[in-house]
């Protein structure tokens, strides 16, 4: 495969950023868009792993988030970006690793256990920081959770993570074979 130039690498991570930035910024200001503005941007920046443009998307990653921060607020960006800041933005990069350099099955099921441990921890982290913003400690079923908290956290994420972690290697797959066609 040609090497991309630099300038190419650039420009390509700014339109990244740019994309992933308004949909941030606008899945903030539109919760019922959150979710949406999350793949957008994983979507967005999986463009630049399909050409292997690591510092690229490294560069995207952190635009994309700055931005996003600066268009919000910091006050009410931190608590609606932190998904994806600690886990969602980095999570293609690390299956891109996962790809690239692994070609043992052991080593496959390490690389998902450490995924797997990462977005746990991710998700401990955001119920520590959102619980009281908002506003769950006054839901019904708030109790239950509390109980219950690590045993949900760490089977039920789990669990999402795993059909989350193939759909997410399936769209870079998807991405890879659109590029591909681009280029001919």
């Not at 509390?146 to 789990?158: D, H, R, W």
Request: hydrophobic share 60%; charged share 15%.
């Amino acid at each position: 495969m040609k090497r991309q130039s630099r300038s190419f690498e650039i420009a390509l991570a700014a339109l990244v950023c740019a994309v992933g930035a308004a949909s941030l910024t606008l899945g903030s200001f539109v919760d019922f868009l959150l979710a949406m503005g999350y793949m957008i941007a994983v979507f967005a920046l999986m463009v630049l792993l399909t050409k292997r443009l690591v510092r690229g998307y490294l560069l995207a990653y952190a635009g994309m988030v700055i931005l996003a921060f600066l268009f919000t607020g910091f006050a009410m960006g931190i608590f609606q970006l932190l998904p994806f800041v600690a886990f969602f933005g980095l999570h293609p990069l690390a299956n891109w690793f996962q790809r690239e350099y692994t070609k043992k099955k052991p080593l496959h099921l390490l690389w998902f256990i450490l995924k797997a441990v990462w977005f746990d921890l991710s998700l401990w982290l955001a119920w520590i920081v959102l619980q009281e913003f908002l506003g769950l400690t006054q839901m019904r079923w708030y109790a239950f959770v509390e109980e219950n908290f690590f045993l949900l956290l760490f089977l039920g994420g789990t669990l999402v993570f795993a059909v989350y972690d193939y759909m997410i290697f399936l769209c870079q797959r998807a991405a890879d074979g659109v590029m591909r066609r681009l280029r001919r």
